[in-house]
């Protein structure tokens, strides 16, 4: 959705593995239908994804004016296999800011085999993202340590995090001014009917994760007609697009923080922090005082530490390298394991800078935000009374929008819609990045969906995940459009929640997301 996307755009988890092209080799492409050129598809196997395809479809930059100034967006399919084929499943993990192209191999290899043969894969980068042409990055380095404490305790600090998050946005305007008005998902989603129609596709399928189901969402609203089957993973509330949606992320995040708090107590004999999580919390927040005074390794202050630590909101798969990391530090005073989590699972490379300039361009565009920043620090110090982890955090990630050179659309999509087949919901109900009451209120609004709950689950993008309950979903669904009934609660179907992760003390083998792509800040 929008927290940080995936790699939590702004704390970027690696890709799982590039994309190698080789020379074209494929048939020469047939037509598309109402001009859209179709594909020129070419080999890019990579060693998971023997059999995958990539291309560029052009698109206007400005919708309104179709003749005018064209943008590339970067394709990459696994074909079907079977003899009749359901047509392309667009696939999206969200952000905004999150690079498609490497997760049409994982979809395509996690599906069971029989309902992959059946779709031709495609993921694609939205636009101003990864491969696809121009590509956004606002201002190089920006999010190198040591930033400044998030938490505004002296005006200096508030100072400081304000200088940066204008900078960035003035930095934006100067370099991608003639992008800017045409980043947003309004935009996006109609380059997704370019892309239907470039593939000779009547319908498409789609699958998306985060904020993904929210251009998902629009994308049915603008063309209900056009869709076949969607699958929406984790979803964004789009009543609060989007001020108000980070302001309930943070009430969330520190459920979920405060959960893993739980966890680590409940582990003493591996950490040794305490079997009391009030007390192991006191101690997180110590090594937060201490590397505020001090950063680790010259390295890792606070907001490097916060990065560290929130993809531990969105996946428990995190939570064995972060209880390791943390006793460390807490227990026995090291900071070298720290500083290298840090660098493995929270600092920003090339492809996180790219993912929060698109990620502040939506977010920006989409919707308005709050000129004034004294409605922005009355509205995060009452939260962050209730929920210190990460606001300060978050409330920095978006401060670029109180001063974004291109203003809001006034009027966020309302995506009520009765005439959009059914569509599969999956939600698990301790979700940190899109909190459970966004997915009920999506449930509502599209009057035809089916909502599969992970009861006690809390990590973000439920499906292919490892729960088999939610997979078999997810397979009838795509089978024959089957979803689950019920005629009253909120929920159609239910799903327990996997197991939490066991403690570890070797940190190498969790430093591998749980997913193939950035963690979504939606």
């Known amino acids: ?41 070419r080999k890019c196997a990579t060693k998971e994804t023997p059999t995958l395809q990539c291309a560029t479809v052009e698109v206007p930059l400005n919708h309104a004016d179709p003749g005018g100034r064209k943008i590339g967006i970067a394709l990459a399919r696994v074909p079907h296999t079977a003899k009749k084929s359901l047509g392309p499943l667009l696939v999206n993990p969200g952000g905004p800011g999150g690079s498609g192209v490497a997760l049409a191999g994982f979809v395509a290899s996690s599906l069971p085999k029989a309902v992959a043969a059946r779709y031709d894969v495609v993921g694609f980068d939205p636009r101003g993202v990864g491969r696809s042409r121009p590509a956004l990055n606002c201002l190089p380095g920006h999010s190198d340590p040591v930033r400044p404490d998030p938490v505004p305790a002296t005006p200096a600090l508030e100072e400081a995090n304000l200088r940066r998050a204008r900078a960035f946005a003035a930095a ?5 001014g003639d992008l800017l008005p045409y980043i947003d998902t309004v935009s996006a989603a109609k380059d997704l009917d370019v892309v239907r129609r470039a593939l000779g596709a009547q319908k498409i399928n789609y699958f998306g994760y985060s904020y993904g189901t929210y251009l998902g969402a629009v994308y ?6 056009r869709v076949r089957r969607m699958v929406l993973d ?61 950063p680790a390794g010259g390295v890792v202050g606070p907001a490097e530490l916060e990065d560290l630590f929130l993809p531990g909101g969105y996946q428990n798969a995190y939570w064995p390298l972060l209880g390791r990391v943390f006793s460390a530090y807490a227990v026995k005073g090291r900071t070298a394991p720290l500083v290298e989590a840090y660098r493995a699972v929270g600092a920003v490379d090339a492809a996180g800078e790219n993912g929060y300039s698109v990620y502040t361009a939506v977010m920006c565009r989409d919707a308005v935000w709050p000129r004034d920043w004294g409605r922005w620090r009355a509205d995060n110090w009452a939260v962050h009374e209730k929920a210190r982890f990460m606001t300060w955090s978050n409330a920095w ?21 009765d005439k959009v087949p059914p569509v599969l919901i999956l939600q698990a109900t301790g979700d940190a990045a899109t909190p459970y009451a966004g997915a009920v209120r999506t449930h509502r609004l599209l009057r035809n969906s089916s909502l599969v709950v992970e009861e006690g689950g ?65």
């Not at 934006?172 to 991608?176: A, E, M, P, Q, T």
């Not at 049915?220 to 007609?225: D, R, W």
């Not at 990630?397 to 309302?414: H, I, M, T």
């Open 172 to 176: 934006c305007g100067r370099k991608h």
């Open 458 to 522: 809390g990590n973000h993008g439920v499906t292919l995940a490892g729960n088999a309950c939610l997979d078999r979903h997810l397979a009838a669904y795509l089978t024959d459009g089957t979803v689950p009934r019920r005629s009253s609660g909120d929920a159609d179907a239910t799903c327990p929640a996997r197991p939490a992760p066991r403690p570890a003390t070797d940190a190498a083998r969790h430093l591998a997301p749980p997913h193939p792509w950035p963690l979504p800040r939606p």
């Open 1 to 41: 959705m929008k927290k940080r996307a995936a790699a939590l755009c702004g704390t970027a988890v690696a890709l799982a593995s590039a994309l190698t092209a080789v020379p074209p080799a494929q048939a020469a492409p047939g037509p598309a239908p109402q001009g859209a050129a179709a594909p020129a598809w």
């Open 234 to 294: 984790s979803v964004v509330d789009p009543t609060g697009v989007w001020y108000e949606n980070n302001l309930q992320q943070d009430i969330a995040f520190e459920e979920r923080h405060r959960a893993f708090m739980t966890w680590v107590a409940r582990h003493d004999e591996v950490y040794g922090l305490g079997t009391d999580p009030a007390r192991v919390e006191a101690r997180w927040y110590a090594m937060r005082a201490a590397v505020a005074e001090n």
């Open 397 to 417: 990630y978006n401060a670029p929008c109180a001063s974004w050179p291109v203003e809001g659309l006034r009027r966020p999509v309302d995506v009520a819609n």
């Open 220 to 225: 049915a609203k603008l063309h209900p007609g």
